[in-house]
């Protein structure tokens, strides 16, 4: 059987099903807390799996398991901090943002704040964050649809990522949030159960004895014990070592400052609510970065790792291949089919999630609430969500196309530590420290963003890490001629994330905005309480 | 939201003076000192336990080597422990605020209902 064939017609019934789900969706959406909360009436079941679909990107799917695959141990950190991440949401946020907030990143902080300078600044910061990690996610769908149809055209990748792009507009312009919603919960339950049959699949190939498949793992990376213990991948030098510490604080702080993870928490009844679906979502995503664990080491244990592309994006898949009979059986052409349309589904939903979260916010934020100072109507409001979506889609597109040489883990790593110094400072001082002040928030938010993204443009992954003495390809974006780099870490977090607190700190000290500590008490008990809290829409 | 807005200083205004007498009730003290209670030093906690896990794949590579049992090595078991600490606190955290602050919050929040009716 040709298995192109199969490919094409699972890819295509995935965007089917989630074409479906979002026209369905859309007839029970008419104001804006449907449009942008899904009328706040999911269950947290139906959240928590959501919140997974939102979560768990093709930078967790592709790039983790194909980290381990490359790298061994040191790619497990990335599972380590994105799970532990959540605590932070759990714990400090997911409640206190529903009851305090209604459908923005930027609500809580209007609440006590001067509204539109913080506004602004929480809806700049949500639009970059959002499209660092929407780009991630394309350049990851371009590369899958290039393996599957086994060409490695530059058009057929730019098309496939103009085809996410009008799917992204499409889903969030139709149905909103409960489109959105429907399409992650779709994806979350076929990449849980899709994965889980590769890992069953793998483990059956080592007598289901962890050991014996890290043994295999070892011998065959060709690097013996050393892939199995931690600093193959960061361990060479200081600097390095230090990346890896940056990385980890970008993860573990990024997660609760993601504004398409954040929105989440308001499409549920109640703060008891929110908490159950991150409960659910903790457990859905912790099981599933054990997946990653045994795809990773399985991909190095079973396929030759001197075959696979340069970033181990393709690990996965690939393994699906092996264990479904390998090359050119029909066992192996029906798996990689399979996972690919899962890893593709994968996309579609984290994409879906990104661009309502960023054209809800400048319809909300900048268009609502600092140009049309709270008048606009919402049908207003939600036409020009659409034409957002519309703008953010192809800006989204048209920097996806250059963007396509870096590596998927290391875009959504840098939307992490944006988030992370950015956003996390703002959202943890204005639910706890009554001083807290819209000098504080400005300086905080726009000091983590200009940091963490001037940061980046100065280190080796923009220019000077010169040509890969291995590959031969040129392992910086910048030309090699070009060197403009004097950052010595590829992640800013370790700098920008203290620095964002900072900011935060010495602006509020340095103004007494009385009302502002004013008002503190009154989101305080509101926060705890749910006193006075957006209620769910019944239709 | 139109009505909440205070267009002399473009902030939202202050909606019902409620919130001032809940805050001072010593039921909204007590679940606020609870709250915080927990989740402050839990956050301490699990921050520092990943941020030893950090350190030690970093500076304490013969330690993190050593095998364990067959190939598991020390490494191995101490990521997956950040597992299992993840999984036990946030079932902690849910049993502790459905026995220790739900409660609470539900009877000031039924306070803020009967007043505001």
């Known amino acids: 059987m040709d298995h192109q064939w199969i490919t094409t017609a699972l890819f295509l019934a995935v965007v089917a099903l989630t074409i479906f789900v979002t026209v369905r969706a859309s007839r029970s959406t008419s104001g804006t807390s449907d449009f942008y909360a899904g009328g706040r009436s999911f269950s947290p079941i139906q959240n928590g799996l959501a919140i997974g679909g939102d979560y768990m990107s093709a930078a967790s799917f592709l790039g983790i398991s ?72 394309m350049v990851g769908a371009g590369l899958l649809v290039a393996l599957l149809l086994g ?70 990376s060709g690097k013996g014990q050393a892939f199995l213990e931690p600093g193959l991948k960061y361990g060479a030098t200081l600097t390095s070592k230090l990346d890896f510490v940056s990385l980890g604080i970008a993860l573990v702080l990024g997660t609760a400052g993601l504004p398409h993870i954040l929105i989440r928490f308001y499409t549920v009844p109640t703060a008891k609510d929110a908490r159950k679906s991150v409960l659910w979502a903790i457990g859905l995503i912790g099981v599933f970065y054990l997946f990653t664990l045994v795809l990773g080491f399985g991909a190095a244990a079973m396929l030759d790792t001197a075959t696979l592309d340069t970033s181990g994006n393709l690990a996965a898949p690939r393994l699906a291949e092996e264990v479904g009979g390998g090359v050119d059986s029909t066992g192996g052409a029906i798996l990689l089919a399979l996972i690919s349309a899962v890893a593709f589904a994968t996309i579609l939903a984290v994409v879906a999630g990104l661009t309502l979260t960023s054209s809800a916010s400048v319809a909300h934020d900048i268009y609502n609430n600092v140009i049309r100072k709270g008048e606009a109507t919402e049908k207003e409001e939600i036409r020009v969500t659409r034409y957002a979506a519309a703008a953010i889609g192809l800006v989204a597109i048209l920097l996806a196309i250059p963007a396509q040489s870096l590596n998927i883990a290391f875009l959504v790593a840098l939307a992490f530590a944006v988030a992370a110094s950015a956003n996390l400072p703002t959202i943890l001082f204005n639910m706890f420290w009554r001083r807290f002040n819209t000098r504080g928030a400005l300086w905080s938010i726009y000091g983590g963003l200009i940091s963490s993204v001037t940061l980046v443009i100065f280190s080796p992954v923009m220019s000077g890490k010169g040509i890969d003495p291995v590959t031969g390809k040129n392992r910086s974006l910048l030309p090699t001629d070009i060197d403009i780099s004097w950052f010595p870490l590829e992640n800013p977090g370790l700098v920008s994330i203290p620095l964002g607190f900072l900011l935060g700190i010495i602006g509020t000290l340095s103004k007494r905005e009385p009302a502002a500590e004013d008002r503190y008490t009154e989101l305080e008990v509101r926060a705890l309480t749910g006193a006075g809290a957006e209620k769910a829409v019944s239709h | 939201m139109v009505s909440d807005k205070d267009p002399s200083t473009d902030r939202a205004a202050r909606h019902d003076p409620i919130y001032d007498a809940m805050a001072e009730s010593p039921e909204f003290k007590e679940l606020r000192h609870r709250y915080r209670a927990f989740v402050f030093p839990v956050t301490v906690a699990f921050l520092a336990w990943f941020l030893l896990y950090v350190v030690m794949s970093n500076w304490a590579e013969s330690f993190m080597a050593q095998k364990v049992v067959g190939n598991i090595n020390v490494a191995l078991v101490f990521g997956l422990l950040q597992f299992v600490t993840t999984f036990l606190i946030a079932y902690a955290y849910s049993r502790y605020s459905a026995t220790r602050l739900d409660p609470l919050a539900d009877q000031l929040l039924h306070v803020y209902e009967e007043e505001t009716r």
């Open chain 1, 151 to 220: 060409v490695d055209s530059q058009a057929v990748k730019n098309i496939v990522i103009l085809g996410v792009g009008f799917l992204m507009i499409f889903y969030v312009t139709v149905g909103g949030m409960k489109g959105t919603t429907w399409v992650q919960i779709v994806k979350a339950v076929l990449l849980m159960t899709g994965s889980a049959l590769i890992v069953v699949l793998v483990l059956a190939q080592f007598n289901f004895n962890l050991s014996e498949l890290l043994g295999a793992a070892a011998d065959n």
């Open chain 1, 66 to 137: 194909g980290t381990i695959a490359l790298s061994g141990y040191d790619g497990f950190l990335y599972s380590i901090g994105f799970l532990v991440a959540w605590l932070v949401a759990l714990l400090l946020v997911a409640e206190m943002l529903r009851n305090s907030g209604r459908f923005t990143m930027a609500d809580q902080l209007a609440f006590r704040m001067k509204q539109r300078p913080v506004r602004m600044a929480a809806a700049t910061s949500t639009v970059v964050v959002s499209i660092f990690y929407l780009l991630a996610q």
